[in-house]
């Protein structure tokens, strides 16, 4: 299922595929040495195709990059934020240079390529320790991206007071007109508009521009235990006050779901999770969470929710493989929790 919070995109009846010939001439530009075996990479992106690919130098992931973020100079960015962060020893896999150069792009025609390490690790186990971990790394990398930024201009923006939201949530009912989700979506709309105001209420819009990682969730971080064995998916690193990002991920570590039916998902997330993941990020030097920054955070939550809930819904129909009137109602239960439960937000990180 794709992650509340995280990159959600269009549901594809099928993957993306590297053909054969367009694979050789990739590899080609790598030091491999002999290739011994290579099979589908089936994680993240469906438009963006992967190779595990098994050769005398190791493991490795060979990816072309999705349209609309195949950019050139947006790629050339990423991997100067990835060699910022592994140059500071942050857990990342580790980038590939092409053969005879320090570059680590690969550009053939109108497409462009990107070989990393295959870091071996496990998902996300929801302990606290685990959370409080990735609480912690993520104010580490803050830290590192604010006192090292990398060359090149990065993209600003985040889900907070996106345009898109509100237009794809009126969108919505005509998609699925036979859905009754009108008054779902109307609240939402509402309720995304207050949460917009009460962020920047609490000082949002005058707080400082760093750089974030724009999509801190699970599916992102690798684990070996409770320690984060490598963090992945940089392309959405962008501008934006760092309250986004640690929010997005106090809503994405604290989510509690329950097979695969949204109507049986509680409407709280998991306080001690929540509660863990803001102390792993103040356990960080200097990284102290403020207290007008714990004030928007549960609107800040209420924002990412359905940012990531309704566009992909406007766009295909349904969220990921799931049904998109269960989801839609579980996430206005969601909201109207987080709602009336901003005070107990407060105290418990506080």
């Not at 990423?78 to 020893?89: E, K």
């Not at 995304?192 to 707080?207: C, F, I, K, N």
């Not at 070996?224 to 963090?231: F, H, L």
């Not at 986004?244 to 998902?265: E, H, K, M």
Request: charged share 25%; hydrophobic share 40%; with cysteine.
């Amino acid at each position: 299922m794709p992650a509340i919070g995280g990159s959600v995109e269009p549901q594809l009846s099928t993957y993306d595929r590297f053909e054969l010939e367009e694979a050789l001439c990739v590899a080609s530009h790598y030091d491999l040495g002999v290739i011994h075996a290579a099979q589908e990479f089936r994680r993240g992106s469906r438009r963006s195709p992967k190779l595990l690919i098994k050769c005398d130098r190791g493991l490795f992931i060979l990816k072309r990059m999705a349209p609309g973020r195949d950019d050139p100079t947006r790629v050339a960015f990423t991997h100067d934020v990835q060699r910022v962060l592994a140059g500071a020893g942050f857990p990342l896999p580790r980038l590939i240079a092409l053969r005879g150069s320090n570059e680590t792009m690969l550009r053939l025609g109108t497409r462009v390529y990107e070989l990393f390490e295959c870091v071996n690790g496990q998902s996300y186990d929801h302990s606290p320790e685990a959370t409080m971990e990735a609480g912690a790394m993520l104010a580490r990398l803050h830290s590192i991206l604010e006192s090292q930024p990398p060359q090149g201009e990065a993209p600003s923006g985040s889900y907070h007071r996106l345009a898109a939201v509100p237009a794809n949530l009126a969108f919505i009912p005509h998609r699925l007109p036979s859905e009754g989700l009108q008054p779902v979506t109307d609240f939402l709309r509402e309720a995304y508009e207050r949460a917009s105001e009460r962020a920047e209420a609490a000082g949002l819009m005058q707080w400082r521009m760093q750089l974030i990682h724009g999509d801190w969730h699970p599916g992102n971080l690798l684990f070996k235990g409770a320690q984060v064995a490598a963090v992945i998916d940089y392309d959405t690193v962008r501008q934006a006050c760092r309250a986004v990002d640690i929010a997005n991920g106090a809503l994405q570590f604290s989510l509690t779901r329950t097979g695969n039916d949204p109507g049986q998902w509680p409407d709280s997330p998991d306080e001690t999770r929540l509660k863990r993941f803001c102390q792993g990020y103040d356990s960080a030097t200097g990284a102290l969470i403020s207290r007008a920054e714990l004030d928007a955070l549960p609107w800040l939550m209420i924002e990412a929710i359905i940012a990531e809930s309704a566009l992909p819904i406007a766009a295909t129909g349904r969220f990921g493989r799931l049904e998109p009137t269960p989801f839609l109602r579980m996430v206005e239960r969601k909201v109207r929790w987080l709602q009336a439960g901003h005070d107990r937000i407060l105290r418990l990180v506080s």
